[in-house]
């Protein structure tokens, strides 16, 4: 039988193994970093790299991962057409103890053609029997059985074509899907399309995991949506776009198919009702020197991030704060310091009480507290820089972080 004293020294390493709070960075140079934060008061915290591996090809981009199985899936952009070697796509498991140095163990890559930015799971009876990539130079999605392995090829791959440039032609030249998610029954995809400034919807044959288009739905000309979110308002659901080249959010309704209609009865509609400048109520869209990155959501609060506006001061850009109404409608509240330079990624804890922010170009990881009554960020609780630092408008630096809680 055990003791009373080894049962309390057992509970005790639960405990502290239950409330160590970890985080996931990636560093487009190639270094997969697992971070360690630890508490010392709610305001002050250190963060520690505990594995830094050189690893997720070229240049890593994106992280997503899965919960409930805890494992990762690791996006690379690189792309042989700019001399760079062909694209990968890893997928790790996450162990259970994060303070150890083998934490994260590769169980799967294969090489992609490439120049992928963003990774989702999706469909199969599980909601993750496959993968979706989004490539934001060769205009398409692509799609993977999963697990991965050295064997993997692309299952199905779709291509978009446009016959103009849009409004903002420097960056919309050609489509560009810049992510490709499930909506919340999981029968959708929803893929923003920044350089054809549209929201593409796909339906999932849940057994193949194959893709057949819907209808897509125009953004405002030269919004570039790039990411998104859905959420529930009430008994309405809405969709949240996050406009890269508007620096914007869009508000859009959201319609399920009712079956009394004839064609794309099967289709899930989306219909824009609001678009709020990320900058405030009287700015104008589209300035040519910013450009949003990441959106969120905790509570009755979106926040969305802004690259290159410096409102803070040197290399300090800023996160949007917009309050949600009961009717979803957004009303902006403040801009607050992100802590860094080109906040590409930034993502909140479970509880909503932090935000580890990651600046681009700055290569850091704020950790800043979040309010949950006002929303509001701040102040900053610890900071760790990720080497190597990023060089102006460069496509380096560090490009994701996540928590793994
Ligand atoms: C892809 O990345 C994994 C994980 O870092 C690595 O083991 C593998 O060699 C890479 N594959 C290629 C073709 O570069
Ligand atoms: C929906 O309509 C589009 C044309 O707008 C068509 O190409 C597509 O096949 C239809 N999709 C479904 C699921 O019926
Ligand atoms: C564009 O944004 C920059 C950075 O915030 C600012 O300095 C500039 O005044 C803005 N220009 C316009 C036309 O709004
Ligand atoms: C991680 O490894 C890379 C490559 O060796 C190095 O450049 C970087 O400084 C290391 N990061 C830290 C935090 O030590
Ligand atoms: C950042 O903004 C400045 C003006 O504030 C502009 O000159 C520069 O081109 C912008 N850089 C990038 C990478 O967008």
Redesign the pocket.
């Known amino acids: 039988m055990a003791s009373v004293k080894s049962v309390a020294l057992l509970s005790l390493s639960l405990l502290s193994q239950a409330s160590a709070v970890k985080l996931l960075a990636l560093n487009f ?1 190639g ?1 997969f ?1 697992s971070l360690d934060l630890a508490f010392q008061s709610s305001t002050k915290a250190s963060l520690k ?1 505990v594995q ?1 591996i ?1 690893a997720c090809g070229v240049t890593p981009t994106w992280l997503h991962l899965d919960e409930e199985t805890r494992t990762v899936y690791c996006i690379d952009e690189s792309w042989l057409n700019e001399g760079l070697g062909s694209g990968n796509l890893s997928q790790w498991s996450v162990g259970p103890d994060f303070s150890k140095k083998d934490a994260l163990t590769l169980t799967g890559s294969t090489d992609t053609e490439g120049n992928s930015v963003h990774g989702f799971t999706y469909g199969g009876p599980d909601g993750r029997s496959f993968i979706i990539t989004s490539e934001y130079s060769p205009s398409t999605i692509t799609t993977y059985k999963l697990p991965i392995t050295s064997s993997t090829k692309a299952l199905q791959k779709i291509e978009f074509t446009m016959a103009a440039p849009g409004p903002r032609p420097d960056r919309q030249d050609r489509p560009h899907p810049h992510s490709a998610f499930t909506d919340p029954t999981g029968d959708f995809l929803i893929v923003p399309d920044l350089g054809a400034d549209l929201t593409r919807i796909f339906k999932i044959n849940q057994k193949t995991g194959e893709l057949t288009a819907c209808p897509a739905i125009a953004s405002l000309p030269g919004d570039g949506p790039r990411h998104g979110l859905f959420r529930k308002a009430g008994r309405a659901l809405k969709y949240y776009s996050l406009n890269e080249v508007s620096s914007s959010v869009g508000v859009y309704d959201v319609t399920y198919p009712d079956h009394s209609y004839g064609s794309n009865e099967s289709c899930l509609s989306l219909k824009l009702t609001q678009t709020l400048s990320n900058y405030g109520p009287n700015v104008p869209l589209g300035n040519v020197t910013v450009k949003s990155a990441e959106i969120r959501t905790v509570g009755n609060f979106l926040y969305a991030s802004n690259r290159n506006d410096t409102t803070f001061g040197f290399e300090q850009d800023s996160i949007a704060i917009f309050k949600i109404g009961t009717d979803g409608k957004l009303q902006f509240q403040e801009l607050t310091n992100a802590h860094g330079y080109y906040p590409r990624s930034f993502s909140f804890n479970e509880a909503g009480t932090y935000a580890a922010i990651a600046g681009q170009t700055t290569a850091n990881i704020a950790i800043v507290k979040r309010d949950a009554k006002t929303g509001k960020l701040g102040p900053l609780v610890t900071n760790l ?4 630092r990023g060089t102006y408008g460069g496509e380096d630096g560090v490009s994701n972080v996540i928590w793994v809680e």
């Open positions: 140079a270094q970093y790299v830094n050189t820089v990720l080497p190597p």
